[in-house]
């Protein structure tokens, strides 16, 4: 069932099986930069007929990775639009299922992007990494709960989130990664805090009990500054 959808989806594409039943899919996102050395590479899985939520985007400036950014959401993949005018819009495509995947999943699917990225090209001294809190599965739940124990009255709750996100599996697993290419995180920063509610956060993620998830989930957009193992840690 792969090889009958491949042609409809990722003619483009590159395609790498990293299980019996599932391709890492590589595909280049139409520009939308004015300088031609700027591109946006993208990353996603497929099984069957099913396409993940999941989905990588890395950015190469004049082939240097600057940045990765992991996204889980029901959408289209952007390697599957067009340009028009600057913009992205969508392009006709068979209907797929679209499905969530586990945190260990997003990990493990993370790390084999970066074995193929660093073959490739270079990463960047001042690399980031940016993930967004609310697609991480059993993962948002822990640190949701650790986040909701730690945070006391008028204190700033962006800081008491980094502190969190510190000693998150989310934070460790990313550095393991990292590590493999003599690079660590240095620095986190955070955008946005908000909520999203229990119905939300199930449409969108896979978990192991349902019954562990709040009425609302704390979210944001994480932004993981990397650099080299010789400097300083945060």
């Known amino acids: 069932m792969i090889h009958f959808l491949l042609p409809l989806l990722v003619a483009s594409a590159t395609i790498s099986p990293i299980s019996k039943d ?23 899985l497929i099984s069957g007929k099913d396409t993940s939520f999941f989905s990588c985007v890395v ?3 004049e082939g240097v990775v600057t940045t990765l950014k992991v996204e889980c959401e029901n959408r289209m993949k952007l390697s599957r639009m067009e340009k028009t005018d600057s913009s992205l819009s969508l392009l006709k495509i068979p209907s797929v299922t679209y499905m969530p995947i586990s945190f260990d999943k997003v990990i493990s699917t993370l790390g084999e992007i970066l074995n193929d990225v660093c073959k490739k090209y270079k990463m960047s001294d001042n690399l980031k ?3 967004d809190l609310g697609d991480l599965g059993d993962e948002s739940i822990r640190i949701n709960e650790a986040f ?3 945070r006391r009255q008028n204190e700033n709750e962006y800081n008491t989130l980094k502190i969190v996100l510190k000693g998150s599996n989310l934070y460790n697993e ?4 990292l590590g493999r290419f003599r690079k660590t995180i240095v620095n986190i920063e955070i955008e946005e805090i908000h909520f999203i509610s229990r119905e939300m ?14 009425k ?7 932004y993981f500054s990397v650099e080299s193992e010789n400097t300083f840690s945060i």
């Open 59 to 61: 950015t190469i400036d």
């Open 148 to 150: 909701r124990k730690t």
């Open 216 to 222: 609302q989930i704390v979210s944001c957009c994480v």
């Open 201 to 214: 956060f199930l449409s969108n993620n896979k978990i192991s009990v349902e019954n562990k998830v709040p």
């Open 22 to 44: 599932t391709l890492l899919v590589h595909d280049v996102v139409p520009s939308i930069y004015s300088s031609p050395a700027c591109v946006d590479e993208e990353y996603y």
């Open 129 to 131: 990494v940016i993930i």
């Open 174 to 177: 990313i550095n393991n990664i």
